[in-house]
């Protein structure tokens, strides 16, 4: 099994387009369309994410939500239109992104701790066993002692991070990957669905830890949600994705009953509930909309 997953760029070594001024926004897609299979899953994506900024890209399965965060990474090339990921074209900036992947599970027999699984996010992709206890003798092994500890303690992780990570809860796992996903200071950190799989009160948790790391670290954020009421309240925009087409603005602008029934072309009712949730009523239900994907209910939360 693997432990963690490092983003390798396929792209040349250097940018033909050259980078661009430092003042661009973390995100900049222009007309962009992509094709997987012969089939184009979504097309005429116009998107600009500022630096610092909170969103998270919804819509129903199979759309290409997670499509969207491997274009991001270099990994899939757009079929038209153009993309740029911290001033450059898609994989020339890897080093600067944090990645999370779709939830895995680890079995409950695995002994690695946590510290080491954070540990990999640093030099997870170097050959070799590292020498115990070198890091203390070099100022760069210091600092990167120093970090690892330091962002343990950013998400909360310090009074089990040396527990066996077949050992930890749900919610402990997630927040020792978040802390792998940030322990070399990225400046974009792509989390595909990081609350699938938890309770209602993880995900709270997790929507919020996020949102305090967004802020405190001043990294942009772009997650891949199911359900967006966890993280509502700290989001600065959403994108949203469906056969369709494709939307995007702040919630209040984009969770609409008119923008729902033209993105699922069908008459689509958004309710907002007495404690805040969102409630998508459809006739005929919206596929897979924001209800629990497990529930063959006509009625879900947003």
Request: charged share 25%; hydrophobic share 40%; aromatic share 2%.
């Amino acid at each position: 099994m693997r432990l963690v997953e490092r983003v390798r760029s396929t792209a040349p070594a250097e940018d033909p387009e050259g980078p661009v001024p430092e003042e661009t926004a973390a995100l900049d897609l222009r007309s962009a369309s992509v094709r997987v299979g012969g089939r184009t899953l979504w097309s005429g994506v116009d998107l600009t994410v500022g630096a610092g900024e909170f969103i998270a890209v919804l819509g129903p399965n199979g759309v290409g939500k997670s499509t969207l965060v491997k274009v991001l990474l270099g990994l899939l090339p757009v079929d038209a239109g153009t993309v740029r990921v911290l001033g450059h074209r898609p994989g020339h900036a890897n080093h600067r992104i944090g990645y999370l992947p779709q939830r895995r599970s680890f079995e409950a027999s695995l002994r690695i701790r946590g510290i080491d699984l954070v540990r990999l996010g640093q030099d997870g992709d170097r050959w070799g066993l590292p020498i115990p206890g070198a890091r203390r003798f070099t100022a760069r092994g210091r600092a990167a002692e120093q970090r690892l500890h330091e962002v343990i303690d950013l998400v909360g992780a310090s009074s089990y991070a040396r527990r066996p990570i077949g050992e930890c809860s749900g919610g402990e796992q997630q927040r020792l990957l978040i802390a792998q996903a940030l322990v070399r200071r990225p400046e974009l950190l792509l989390l595909d669905e990081p609350l699938d799989s938890l309770d209602l009160p993880n995900q709270a948790a997790a929507a919020a830890l996020i949102s305090r790391i967004c802020r405190t670290e001043g990294v942009t954020v772009v997650m891949i949600a199911h359900d967006v009421n966890p993280i509502l309240a700290h989001l600065d925009r959403v994108v949203y994705i469906s056969s369709g087409g494709t939307a995007s603005g702040t919630p209040a602008e984009v969770i609409t009953s008119e923008t729902l029934t033209r993105l699922y072309q069908t008459p689509i009712e958004v309710l907002t509930a007495s404690d805040g949730r969102l409630v998508v009523v459809g006739q005929p239900e919206p596929p897979a909309l924001h209800s629990d994907r497990h529930a063959g209910q006509r009625r879900g939360g947003l």
